[in-house]
């Protein structure tokens, strides 16, 4: 087990990236891959790409992103990286229905954000879960995929 | 720096979130935890959360399981999920606070309130949290696919010996448990005789203590 904690910089700034290039021509980097779901977390354990178990923890005012760089040392670093997060982009049909889409999601504690008349929740599952919460507002053709 | 000193300065106690229905045996969890965890030499601290009242936190702090100081109350006053998920301000500054008065400390069990299979916790609050159900709650309670039962990192089927006194299947019941849970953990409790708890324990210090 490799014990981190904090985050020692972002793997693209400068500096850390001209370090990382190092590394890379060595052979270096490992990459700890965390589902997006999971990125909100300050202690965690996951096994990198290359198999090195690390545990991880950060502190209670930091949080984690996608190329933070966890460890560095002169033969490797290992760096962080989010998974793709799925979406689910919803339009609604009218006024009434984004007050019913909005009301339900809220209430569902989704995690979501607006591009537009699109509201995306960012899932924590599989959709089929989050789309039976909705299927009346779907079957009623008040709510569609966008 | 190297890998191996990537450690400086100090490290954050863990926290440990622990939520359930009313009577699914958290509490009487957290007593099984406290004496198991402290044979192990870890350091630790709780945090209950009730209702109006703060009946968990005087029951532990009467037990002689830990000293009464490392024992925090925290009233919800509402719903027991809306401060452990939507704003957990009051238990953060709670553990916060703990970890000020007792630096050092590495684990803090949060016990929310009893609640529904809706309940759970934000990831600003906990670090690791489990589920508690039991089995007089009826076997059905894994396939209703509650928040709680699915997302929790374990789920916990206490009071496996009332199981042939209420009508329950267990070994079904857990089928059911291991089959919505896609894999994830799933830990048998017997809180009241002590069975099912050493596995927790490893599982607390494998992957919230990182301590193997």
Same mark, same amino acid.
């Given at each position: 087990?490799?014990?981190?904690?904090?985050?020692?910089?972002?793997?693209?700034?400068?500096?850390?990236?001209?370090?990382?290039?190092?590394?890379?021509?060595?052979?270096?980097?490992?990459?700890?891959?965390?589902?997006?779901?999971?990125?909100?977390?300050?202690?965690?354990?996951?096994?990198?790409?290359?198999?090195?178990?690390?545990?991880?923890?950060?502190?209670?005012?930091?949080?984690?992103?996608?190329?933070?760089?966890?460890?560095?040392?002169?033969?490797?670093?290992?760096?962080?990286?989010?998974?793709?997060?799925?979406?689910?982009?919803?339009?609604?049909?009218?006024?009434?229905?984004?007050?019913?889409?909005?009301?339900?999601?809220?209430?569902?504690?989704?995690?979501?954000?607006?591009?537009?008349?699109?509201?995306?929740?960012?899932?924590?599952?599989?959709?089929?879960?989050?789309?039976?919460?909705?299927?009346?507002?779907?079957?009623?053709?008040?709510?569609?995929?966008? | 720096?190297?890998?191996?000193?990537?450690?400086?300065?100090?490290?954050?106690?863990?926290?440990?979130?622990?939520?359930?229905?009313?009577?699914?045996?958290?509490?009487?969890?957290?007593?099984?935890?406290?004496?198991?965890?402290?044979?192990? !030499?870890?350091? #630790? $601290?709780?945090?209950?959360?009730?209702?109006? %009242?703060?009946?968990?936190?005087?029951?532990?702090?009467? @037990? &002689?399981?830990?000293?009464?100081?490392?024992?925090?109350?925290?009233?919800?006053?509402?719903?027991?999920?809306?401060?452990?998920?939507?704003?957990?301000?009051?238990?953060?500054?709670?553990?916060?606070?703990?970890?000020?008065?007792?630096?050092?400390?590495?684990?803090?069990?949060?016990?929310?309130? !009893?609640?529904? #299979? $809706?309940?759970?916790?934000?990831?600003?609050? %906990?670090?690791?949290?489990?589920?508690?159900?039991?089995? @007089? &709650?009826?076997?059905?309670?894994?396939?209703?696919?509650?928040?709680?039962?699915?997302?929790?990192?374990?789920?916990?089927?206490?009071?496996?010996?009332?199981?042939?006194?209420?009508?329950?299947?267990?070994?079904?019941?857990?089928?059911?448990?291991?089959?919505?849970?896609?894999?994830?953990?799933?830990?048998?409790?017997?809180?009241?005789?002590?069975?099912?708890?050493?596995?927790?324990?490893?599982?607390?210090?494998?992957?919230?203590?990182?301590?193997?």
């Amino acid at each position: 087990m490799l014990r981190v904690h904090g985050i020692l910089g972002r793997a693209d700034d400068p500096e850390v990236h001209a370090a990382l290039h190092r590394l890379e021509h060595r052979d270096g980097i490992e990459y700890l891959f965390v589902p997006a779901h999971e990125a909100g977390r300050k202690r965690f354990r996951l096994t990198t790409d290359r198999g090195t178990d690390c545990a991880v923890s950060i502190d209670r005012d930091q949080a984690l992103f996608d190329g933070a760089v966890l460890a560095m040392d002169d033969s490797r670093a290992i760096v962080a990286r989010f998974g793709e997060q799925a979406v689910w982009r919803l339009i609604p049909r009218d006024t009434e229905a984004a007050l019913q889409l909005g009301w339900h999601a809220g209430n569902l504690h989704w995690r979501g954000r607006f591009d537009g008349e699109v509201l995306e929740v960012l899932l924590d599952g599989d959709v089929d879960t989050y789309r039976a919460r909705i299927a009346n507002l779907i079957d009623q053709g008040l709510v569609r995929d966008a | 720096m190297t890998v191996q000193e990537t450690i400086s300065g100090t490290v954050p106690a863990a926290r440990f979130g622990i939520g359930g229905p009313v009577g699914s045996g958290k509490t009487a969890l957290v007593e099984r935890l406290i004496p198991a965890l402290t044979a192990r !030499g870890v350091d #630790l $601290a709780v945090i209950t959360n009730d209702l109006v %009242t703060i009946e968990d936190a005087e029951r532990l702090r009467r @037990s &002689g399981l830990i000293d009464p100081d490392r024992v925090s109350a925290v009233e919800a006053g509402a719903c027991p999920h809306t401060i452990i998920r939507e704003d957990p301000t009051l238990n953060i500054e709670a553990a916060d606070a703990l970890e000020r008065r007792f630096p050092g400390v590495e684990l803090i069990l949060l016990e929310s309130g !009893g609640d529904n #299979l $809706a309940s759970t916790f934000s990831l600003d609050l %906990t670090d690791f949290w489990i589920f508690v159900i039991d089995v @007089s &709650g009826g076997d059905d309670i894994p396939r209703k696919r509650g928040p709680g039962v699915l997302k929790s990192d374990v789920l916990v089927i206490n009071k496996t010996d009332l199981a042939p006194h209420v009508g329950v299947d267990l070994a079904r019941m857990e089928a059911e448990a291991r089959a919505v849970r896609g894999g994830r953990p799933v830990l048998m409790t017997d809180c009241r005789h002590g069975e099912g708890i050493d596995a927790l324990v490893e599982l607390i210090e494998t992957q919230v203590l990182f301590r193997k």
